[in-house]
T-cell receptor, first 110, second 114 residues
Framework: DAKTTQPNSMESNEEEPVHLPCNHSTISGTDYIHWYRQLPSQGPEYVIHGLTSNVNNRMASLAIAEDRKSSTLILHRATLRDAAVYYCILRDTRDDKIIFGKGTRLHILP | DGGITQSPKYLFRKEGQNVTLSCEQNLNHDAMYWYRQDPGQGLRLIYY???????QKGDIAEGYSVSREKKESFPLTVTSAQKNPTAFYLC?????????????FGPGTRLTVL
């Protein structure tokens, strides 16, 4: 299975942009890049996903490197409610097996 | 409202007892998943099912069993063979329709084995 690598934790100040990196050097052509986040004692929630092009939605933006071996989740203006664990995962469209890594714990400083 | 329900939220059992965790979805999703999460750790895949009456082992299936007799339901049984069953258990479902193919997660069941 393709793997992702993320920093264990990151800090950011409130109302500032946050860039969360993810490395996936073994990504295959059929892998989509998905991001989820998990608030304490809750199930994860979907944030964004992409294949090759950068993507924007109401929650965040996803910047994907040209070689697709890394990506960055961008929160444009962090709030205290964005404090969570963020997971970057690869979703192979040929297979329903979805594997989560340990994610990045994001701390937001007021 | 459509969604995934897991019950109960908290569950206590004595060591050596089997226990079944419920997961129901009314989203008409084909695929369903069970994950286990330990404190401070990520999610680990236990079992997943792509269609009724079919399921596959994930990375940590030993000591667990599942069934998928109905599209809406994917119960997980934690057997006495599971050495460290105390954990947070999350159920998820996913649709093949639409572009995102995102997973929707339930609120989780926190199992404590005494």
């Amino acid at each position: 299975d393709a793997k992702t690598t993320q920093p264990n934790s990151m800090e950011s100040n409130e109302e500032e942009p946050v860039h969360l990196p993810c490395n996936h050097s073994t990504i295959s052509g059929t892998d989509y890049i998905h991001w989820y986040r998990q608030l304490p004692s809750q199930g994860p929630e979907y944030v964004i996903h992409g294949l090759t092009s950068n993507v924007n939605n109401r929650m965040a933006s996803l910047a994907i490197a040209e070689d697709r071996k890394s990506s960055t989740l961008i929160l444009h203006r962090a709030t205290l409610r964005d404090a969570a664990v963020y997971y970057c995962i690869l979703r192979d469209t040929r297979d329903d097996k979805i594997i989560f890594g340990k994610g990045t714990r994001l701390h937001i400083l007021p | 409202d459509g969604g995934i329900t897991q019950s109960p939220k908290y569950l206590f059992r004595k060591e050596g007892q089997n226990v079944t965790l419920s997961c129901e979805q009314n989203l008409n999703h084909d695929a369903m998943y069970w994950y286990r999460q330990d404190p401070g750790q990520g999610l680990r895949l236990i079992y997943y099912s792509q269609i009724v009456n079919d399921f596959q082992k994930g990375d940590i299936a030993e000591g667990y069993s599942v069934s998928r007799e109905k599209k809406e339901s994917f119960p997980l049984t934690v057997t006495s063979a599971q050495k460290n069953p105390t954990a947070f258990y999350l159920c998820a479902s996913r649709s093949d329709r639409g572009r995102s193919n995102e997973q929707f997660f339930g609120p989780g069941t926190r199992l404590t084995v005494l």
